[in-house]
């Protein structure tokens, strides 16, 4: 079932698959463009903000990424949080809650499950749905799910990472406004370290940014990567110095594997984002896709051309 540490509404355990509406529009796409400012959250803490900002948080529990309380942008105040735990040894984008004016919110998980309002949504490849009145329309292909909302998209691997579009601006505006909060914007969180939601026990972070690990090395594979944005390379050191420490491993091949571009590296637009562990290196496609789904909260695989 759905870990109340990332759903939307806590006392909401899927229990049917409700079947998805297919009343968004026709063209959608997973492609990424440019054109507008973008913080990418990576695994193990590291985020590039919308302004091109690097740092690495420490993050457990639920933070808010991205929001405008106000609703300057698109009418309507709106807020994404993201749940975090550790994933294979790295601390990893767990979850994403979407709340958008006085619309039902949503929530996506790891293994690409859609939650709406505790029943688990039935979508399949590339056919779009919408989500209610909140304007979003949901497509997944190519292993990302794209959210477009009006002002931002959102594009998550289904198992560690995520990229915001803000829509609403252009690429040359990602400084915070007014109304802006969250991680994506800054670190300024007052009496709320990280801008974390959830600070029961457990859920204790360092406020404040910390700095890239060293004690690991920097594995030379790091450096030979698609996206050879600074950030990536950052969040890749990290990566095998958190796999490293905390799983213990001397034989670090699978995080390798995993971070080194293969066919089952998701690349969306001039990004790309890894993933770690049992998903990395299969024989099988859609064994590998099983795996992954499986990996959240288990539901009926969906791909085109699997059973």
């Known amino acids: 079932g759905i870990n109340a540490e990332y759903g939307v509404t806590p006392e909401a355990t899927p229990e049917a698959t409700t079947e998805a509406t297919t009343e968004a529009p026709s063209e959608a796409s997973s492609d990424l463009e440019a054109a507008n ?23 457990k529990c639920s933070h808010v990424l ?28 767990a979850a994403m809650a979407f709340f958008l004016g006085s619309s039902k919110p949503f929530e996506i998980q790891r293994g690409w499950l859609i939650n709406d309002n505790g029943s688990k949504l039935k979508i399949f490849e590339e056919r779009p749905v919408s989500m209610g009145n909140s304007g979003c329309t949901i497509f997944f292909a190519e292993n990302i799910l794209k959210i477009s909302c009006e002002p931002f998209t959102v594009y998550y691997d289904g198992m560690m990472s995520a990229h915001i579009e803000y829509t609403a601006k252009g690429k040359s505006d990602g400084s915070k406004g007014m109304f802006n909060i969250g991680l994506c914007f800054d670190n300024m969180s007052g009496s709320r370290p990280n801008w974390q939601v959830n600070s029961r026990s457990g859920c204790s972070v360092i406020n404040g940014a910390k700095p890239i690990c060293t004690s690991g090395g920097s594995p030379s594979f790091c450096n030979n990567l698609p996206d050879r944005s600074d950030a990536y390379k950052q969040a890749c050191v990290q990566m095998y110095c958190d796999r490293k420490q905390n ?23 001039f990004r790309v984002m890894p993933v770690v562990g049992g998903c990395c290196v299969p024989d099988d496609q859609c064994v590998w896709k099983k795996t992954c789904i499986d990996s959240g909260c288990p539901q009926d695989p969906f791909f085109i051309g699997c059973n």
């Open 37 to 59: 400012p973008l913080c990418s959250i990576y695994a193990s803490g590291v985020i590039n903000d919308f302004d091109g900002g690097v740092n690495r948080y420490d993050l």
């Open 66 to 93: 991205a929001a405008d309380y106000f609703g300057l942008d698109g009418g309507k105040p709106w807020f994404l949080y993201g749940s975090f735990d550790e994933f294979e040894g790295v601390r990893s984008l």
């Open 247 to 269: 799983t213990g491993e001397s034989d670090l091949t699978n995080t390798r594997s995993a971070l080194i571009p293969s066919q089952q590296w998701v690349n969306v637009g």
